[in-house]
């Protein structure tokens, strides 16, 4: 089975950086796409970005586009998110995880790795 493992968060102020990682197991990459979601305390869980598999289309909530860049290493099967220009509403649980590009849902998913976004 596919296992995702997460991992960069951290305590950053305001306008640093953080890079997060997505370490994917028993899978190959081309055939899945990539993405990163966040839930803030007391809020929804959002999607924050994502990569296609193959031809790594990339795609990016309104909220992060210009701050935020995802991107993916096909060769030791992992995703990154680079976050810059941190904001205090970053500050969240932020998940990886994958679904077949065949289609369906993203079945499988990363542990939390904790942003906090001091201002």
């Known amino acids: 089975e596919v296992q995702l493992q997460a991992s960069g968060g951290g305590l950053v102020q305001a306008g640093g950086s953080l890079r997060l990682s997505c370490a994917a197991s028993?899978?190959?990459?081309?055939?899945?796409?990539m993405g990163w979601f966040r839930q803030a305390p007391g809020k929804e869980r959002e999607g924050v970005a994502c990569?296609?598999?193959?031809?790594?289309?990339?795609y990016y909530a309104d909220s992060v586009k210009g701050r935020f860049t995802i991107s993916g290493d096909n060769v030791k099967n992992t995703v990154f998110l680079q976050m810059d220009s941190l904001k205090p509403e970053d500050t969240a649980v932020y998940y990886c995880?994958?679904?077949?590009?065949?289609?369906?849902?993203?079945?499988?998913w990363g542990q939390g790795t904790q942003v906090t976004v001091s201002s």
């Open positions: 995880a994958a679904r077949a590009t065949s289609g369906g849902g993203y079945r499988y």
């Open positions: 028993r899978f190959t990459f081309d055939d899945y796409a």
């Open positions: 990569i296609s598999g193959g031809d790594n289309k990339t």
